[in-house]
């Protein structure tokens, strides 16, 4: 079973999101929090797999609970989920050490499917918000062009090696690997690593 906690200010919303969860065979939600300081003490005791987190809540936002988890230790991943695509929101959300983000208007089949992905350390992007960041991390003169790290990422990754052991073949953590799988994502213009491989493989930068 995969341990999820759902954090949400609005109730309504943190149930419904929790109840969509619980309905899976293999997804189990362990507890429920509605800011991020009260998130962060349950993910200590409670030790989830997945904390499905919104960003802006009142009592203590979410991007600042997923530094504290970072810089905690915890080996809990992060799946935002959220109304705000903006660049300051995404790109700060996936460099604190989220693994993946999603829009709350995605489909519930998407958002299970996105949990499961996430607890398997597989960075998770929303369609627009893949796009947002491929405006972000673009240059006027060459829109795909990927550095030489992000190449060695991406070639690790077509060989089925997950995050960390990315980062410890690189002697980097696991919220780099992240970070440039986003570029990888958004540079290609893809919102998977399968993805990734393929159009990789397609446009010649893996042989």
Excluded: C, W
Aim: no cysteine.
């Amino acid at each position: 079973m995969i341990r999820i906690v759902v954090v949400d200010d609005h109730p309504v919303v943190r149930d419904g999101v929790a109840a969509t969860l619980a309905a899976a065979d293999d997804l189990e939600v362990v507890g429920q929090a509605a800011s991020g300081p009260e998130a962060v003490a349950l993910v200590e005791r409670r030790r989830p797999d997945v904390v499905v987190m919104d960003l802006r809540m009142p009592g203590g936002d979410g991007l600042e609970a997923v530094r504290e988890l970072q810089r905690r230790g915890a080996t809990t991943r992060v799946l935002v989920l959220t109304t705000y695509d903006t660049d300051s929101d995404t790109v700060a959300a996936i460099e604190a050490g989220a693994t993946g983000y999603l829009l709350k208007d995605a489909p519930a089949a998407t958002l299970v499917a996105a949990v499961r992905s996430t607890a398997a350390g597989e960075a998770v992007l929303s369609p627009a918000v893949a796009t947002r960041l491929a405006s972000h991390v673009r240059s006027p003169a060459t829109s795909t062009a990927l550095t030489a790290r992000e190449r060695e990422v991406l070639a690790l990754v077509a060989q089925g090696t997950p995050n960390r052991a990315i980062a410890r073949e690189l002697f980097v953590s696991e919220a780099t690997v992240k970070t440039h799988l986003v570029h990888i994502y958004a540079k290609l213009g893809v919102a998977d690593r399968a993805a990734a491989v393929a159009t990789a493989y397609q446009q010649g930068i893996l042989d």
